[in-house]
């Protein structure tokens, strides 16, 4: 199983910013969509924001749009998840997640939309906790 490590949460004011990483481990990361998912005490996980490994193209989840950005290094091996204007309801431990199941005419990887948290390999989380 492909190894996923998530950073970069924290506890951050309404309003405020924060930027997630998951760097993969022992694979390279840019070959796959890659997901990020979120989920808040008692509810079920949802999806946020996806990349795509054709052209980069980006998807976002309704609570996401114009507030998130989902980005990639290859370099780095790293997604990065830019979170801006947070409100207490993104309040939740955010996964990131790596998927290959659909591909386009060249064989890339694309992002199942809409987002299912049926991805298939998973970080461990790293909590986001939005409070005045």
């Known amino acids: 199983q492909l190894q996923l490590v998530e950073s970069g949460g924290g506890l951050v004011q309404p309003g405020g910013s924060l930027r997630l990483s998951c760097a993969a481990v022992g694979f390279e990361l840019n070959y796959f969509a890659i997901g990020w998912f979120r989920q808040a005490p008692g509810k079920e996980r949802e999806g946020v924001a996806c990349i795509s490994e054709s052209n980069d193209s980006t998807y976002y989840e309704g609570a996401a749009k114009g507030r998130f950005t989902i980005s990639r290094d290859n370099a780095k091996n790293t997604v990065y998840l830019q979170m801006n204007g947070l409100k207490p309801e993104d309040t939740g431990v955010y996964y990131c997640?790596?998927?290959?199941?659909?591909?386009?005419?060249?064989?890339?990887?694309?992002?199942?939309?809409?987002?299912?948290?049926?991805?298939?390999?998973w970080g461990q989380g790293t909590q986001v906790t939005v409070s005045a």
């Open positions: 997640a790596a998927d290959s199941r659909l591909v386009d005419d060249s064989g890339q990887a694309m992002c199942v939309i809409p987002l299912r948290p049926d991805f298939g390999s």
